[in-house]
Structure formats: structure tokens, C-alpha cells
């Protein structure tokens, strides 16, 4: 996956030493940990370790849980700390290559003849394409959607460029299957916008830009 803004922030944190630290500390712990836990195994003040926790809180890689046990003062139960799932990606220009592997795989195991896997593909991506667009945040906002899957779009009059492949790498694999995926993704993220009334996808082939185009419906 691509570096998007979230991620670069996040990544930035982390070359932090002491942030970094606390970070490797709590994905290395068998539970979750207290302030006060932290601080003695990393033989750090208070002040500064609540500090950096809170800017790995506010990024999502560590998160608050309460200890059930209630070992605060006069009862109330004290703030533990552990690393979250979350997985960071640093690539420039943006890449969704597990994007593309989970409708591929998807598509492996819906594929039936005598459909071939192109077909199972594109039915696939269409169908993950109007997923990603009605759970984006701004549903209503194409510009912001495909911006947000790191197509960095742009206008040419009326049309919408898409001046990055998110599967750049794998484009040079297979042409014609990657191509295909993504314009399927495409035509989802139309449909599931309800944009097709304003944009017609299609495949414009360009070793620069991503194959996709988006043009003024008829």
C-alpha cells in the first residue's frame, strides 16, 4: 500500500527516538501497559512519556484501554496502553498492491467456468470498487475518493486524470488483466457514487499516467 497522508505522519512520529521506544516497547509486550509500567521499563519521566503517548494516540498506532483490575487511585481504574494493528506503508508515489491481490484472490475463489478469470476479476473489482466508494467519508465526492486510493487525479477540461497507478509494478506483469481490474474498479466507484451520469470510464493506455481516464458522460 501506497504511503497516503495518515501514514506518512504516523511514520513521521516514529523517527522520534523516544516515541519510537515506547512504540517497540508496547508492540513487544505480552499485555497492556500502565504510564507508570512504561516509564520504569524505559527509564523515562513521566511528563515526557505521557507526551509522546498521546501523539501515538492521536495517529492510531497505540490505543487507551481501561484496567478492569481498577488499580487507579481511590478506585478508578488506570489507562493502559498497547499497540494497535494498524500497518504502515511508506511507498512514493502511492501503491495499493493489496488492493489488487485481495480482489485477485477473491476472484479465485468465486471463479467458475465457463467464466473465465478475467471475467471473475472485473466482476470482482466492480463490486469492491462500489464498496470503497459508499464506505468513503465523503461519499458524495469523487474527486476526494480517488485521491484518497492515491490516484492523484487531475483535470483536463472536463476530464478526470489519473496522473498514478496504484499497480504500477504489476501493470508490467500483465497488461491486460491489471488494466482490466482497474477500470472495473473504476466503473465501481462510478456506480457506487452514483456518478455514471456524470463520468464514463475508460482505458487510455499511458506508460506515465494510470491507464484510467474519466470522461463527460454523453
Known amino acids: 500500500m501506497g504511503a497516503m497522508p495518515g501514514d ?16 517497540a516497547f508496547l508492540a513487544g509486550a505480552a499485555r497492556a501497559c500502565t504510564r507508570q509500567e512504561i516509564c520504569q521499563a524505559l527509564d523515562m519521566g513521566r511528563t515526557l512519556a505521557a507526551f509522546h503517548l498521546d501523539k501515538l494516540e492521536q495517529t492510531g498506532l497505540v490505543e487507551v484501554v481501561a484496567d478492569a483490575a481498577g488499580t487507579g487511585r ?44 478475467a471475467q471473475a476479476a472485473t466482476r470482482v ?6 464498496q470503497l466508494a459508499a464506505g468513503h467519508p465523503a461519499p458524495d465526492t469523487l474527486w476526494e475518493l480517488l485521491g484518497s486510493l492515491g490516484y492523484e487525479p487531475a483535470a483536463d477540461g472536463g476530464t478526470v486524470l489519473l496522473t498514478n497507478c496504484p499497480f504500477q509494478r504489476m ?5 491486460d488483466l491489471v488494466c482490466s481490474v482497474n477500470l472495473a ?3 465501481g466507484y462510478l456506480d457506487g457514487l452514483d456518478a455514471t451520469g456524470q463520468f464514463t470510464a475508460r482505458l487510455r493506455p499511458c506508460p506515465d499516467n494510470c491507464c484510467v481516464i474519466m470522461e463527460p458522460a454523453a
Open 8 to 23: 506518512l505522519e504516523a511514520l513521521g512520529l516514529l523517527s522520534e527516538p523516544q516515541r519510537a521506544r515506547i512504540y
Open 185 to 187: 474498479l473504476a466503473h
Open 125 to 130: 473489482a466492480v463490486r469492491r470498487g462500489r
Open 74 to 117: 481511590r478506585g478508578r481504574p488506570a489507562q493502559r496502553y498497547r499497540a494497535t494493528a494498524r500497518e504502515l506503508s511508506a511507498s512514493v508515489p502511492p501503491r495499493r498492491y493489496e488492493l489488487l491481490a485481495e480482489i485477485l484472490l477473491q476472484a479465485a475463489l468465486e471463479h467458475r467456468p465457463p467464466e473465465s478469470f
Open 171 to 175: 501493470r508490467a506483469v500483465n497488461t
